[in-house]
């Protein structure tokens, strides 16, 4: 079976800048032939020029991870007869959110320098006596986190990173929780307030792409959200990202939904909010704002009491019937 397979390539060696550009091969496909075999075919007899990386082959290393098809995917396992039924076409990018080098090869230093601000390592409390005795259940809550392969599809597929480079990205944040998580370590509200601070956990916007495009199956996304949930349990919440989540639960205890006026307040502050005035304005002018004295409970609004009664007992189980 006869492909074209579609490459975009730029080589600023040649042009001083990366001009990037779409150039189509033409490949003999085999049942089984993966999009890393079908590059290295091309490499070997078609066009050396051609740069892209690769090692392990097995879904291990994270090192061929590039853009199929719009969507970030490792070369090595991902087959190109599915791919072409599935989608009509053959399209290789190299990954999104990396400054390119040259044709599928992206800079990764950024990658790993948001890695070596979540201090990548265990940094261990003092040993009990007897040694530590790691539960099944200590192992699960960080399980999925050492899964991960930094192949860096999770920063390719994030939205915030799209907009903010400086944001701290899923990958570093499923590291962090790798540590945070861990029962043996003695510095995570070192790690926490660090990751509560600007371009942190808090400013993921949950589009959920991280966790859906992953190939190993980490779960970014609950990283972060454990990473929240953890700094909030240690009182970390002196930022936009927690006082807003606060302010939107009393708002339902409140009134069983989103008081969004009063959130605003809550969430930005007096001054910063005075800054909202133009948009709340044209809110009002199309019905779209609640009034800010005015605003009933919804119908029902007992049953949302007791699930905030069903959530704070869970909580005194889970502390051990204090408080």
């Known amino acids: 079976m006869r492909l074209k397979l579609k490459i975009r390539r730029c080589d600023p060696m040649k042009t001083g800048a990366c001009s990037p ?11 089984g032939m993966t999009v890393l075999e079908a590059l290295i075919s091309i490499a070997e007899t078609d066009d050396p020029s051609l740069s892209f990386r690769r090692s392990c082959r097995s879904a291990i290393c994270g090192s061929c991870a ?8 490792l070369a090595c ?3 190109i007869i599915p791919e072409h039924r599935k989608r009509g076409q ?11 080098l040259k044709d599928l090869i992206v800079d990764m230093d950024p990658f790993w320098r948001k890695f070596e601000k979540t201090t990548p390592f265990l940094i261990p409390k003092e040993e009990p006596e007897g040694g ?8 699960a809550v960080i399980d999925d986190s050492q899964k991960c392969i930094m192949c860096g599809s999770c920063n390719a597929a994030c939205n915030t990173l799209d907009v903010d480079p400086g944001f701290v990205g899923p990958a570093a944040s499923a590291k962090a ?10 510095d995570g509200e070192r790690r926490l307030k660090d990751l509560s601070a600007e371009h942190g956990v808090w400013d993921c916007v949950r589009c959920m792409h991280c966790t859906e495009y992953c190939p190993k199956g980490v779960d970014p996304l609950k990283a972060i959200e454990q990473l929240r949930s953890r700094a909030m349990g240690a009182g970390i919440v002196d930022n936009h990202g927690a006082k807003h989540t606060l302010a939107m639960a009393e708002s339902i205890k409140r009134v ?23 948009f709340g304005l044209k809110m009002e002018i199309h019905g779209k ?9 919804i119908e029902k609004m007992e049953e949302v009491k007791k699930i905030y009664e069903a959530v704070e007992e869970k909580r005194k189980k889970e502390r051990g019937g204090e408080g």
Request: hydrophobic share 45%; charged share 25%; glycine share 8%.
């Open 21 to 31: 550009f779409l150039q189509a091969y033409d490949v003999e496909a085999e049942e």
């Open 66 to 73: 590039v853009t199929v098809n719009g969507f970030p995917k």
């Open 77 to 79: 396992n991902t087959q």
């Open 90 to 100: 053959l399209v290789l990018e190299p990954l999104a959110n990396h400054r390119v």
């Open 132 to 139: 530590w005795k790691i539960t099944g259940e200590d192992q």
């Open 177 to 186: 929780w790798r540590f945070v998580g861990d029962v043996r370590e003695a």
């Open 256 to 278: 069983g939904r989103l008081d969004e006026a009063a959130m605003t307040f809550k969430t930005l502050g007096i001054l910063r909010s005075l800054g909202m005035i133009p």
């Open 289 to 297: 704002m609640p009034h800010p004295i005015i605003f009933p409970a």
